[in-house]
């Protein structure tokens, strides 16, 4: 069992940047897939970016390449989203999640409560 709490969400100008963190529970954080998704008004949820557990590799959707930086502390059970060079059309609510491969579709388990993100042009 994971519980995820996200926060670091904000108002920021387009082109500014905001670091958003997600705190896990569980003595298995580190043997979980972490991932970011995010959700606009009226759009499904999508992909963003993931970290595998084991070696820690990381995948993006086409949207953030470049842009944003997926990375993980497993010694203080925290997934972190760098998002730089943000644009309005990254306006979402962001969620943390944990399990599964998202990469390859496979949704995960585990979900936050979300956190808000908005970006003015």
């Known amino acids: 069992q994971v519980q995820l709490v996200e926060s670091g969400g904000g108002l920021v100008q387009a082109g500014g940047s905001l670091r958003l963190s997600c705190a896990a529970s569980?003595?298995?954080?580190?043997?979980?897939?972490m991932g970011w998704f995010r959700q606009a008004p009226g759009k499904e949820r999508e992909f963003v970016a993931a970290?595998?557990?084991?070696?820690?590799?990381?995948y993006y959707a086409d949207s953030v390449k470049g842009r944003f930086t997926i990375s993980r502390d497993n010694a203080k059970n925290t997934v972190y989203l760098q998002m730089n060079s943000l644009k309005p059309e990254d306006t979402a609510v962001y969620y943390c999640?944990?399990?599964?491969?998202?990469?390859?579709?496979?949704?995960?388990?585990?979900w936050g409560q979300g956190t808000q993100v908005t970006v003015s042009s």
């Open positions: 569980g003595r298995t954080f580190s043997s979980y897939n």
């Open positions: 999640a944990a399990g599964g491969a998202p990469w390859i579709g496979k949704l995960p388990g585990y």
């Open positions: 970290i595998t557990w084991s070696s820690g590799n990381t």
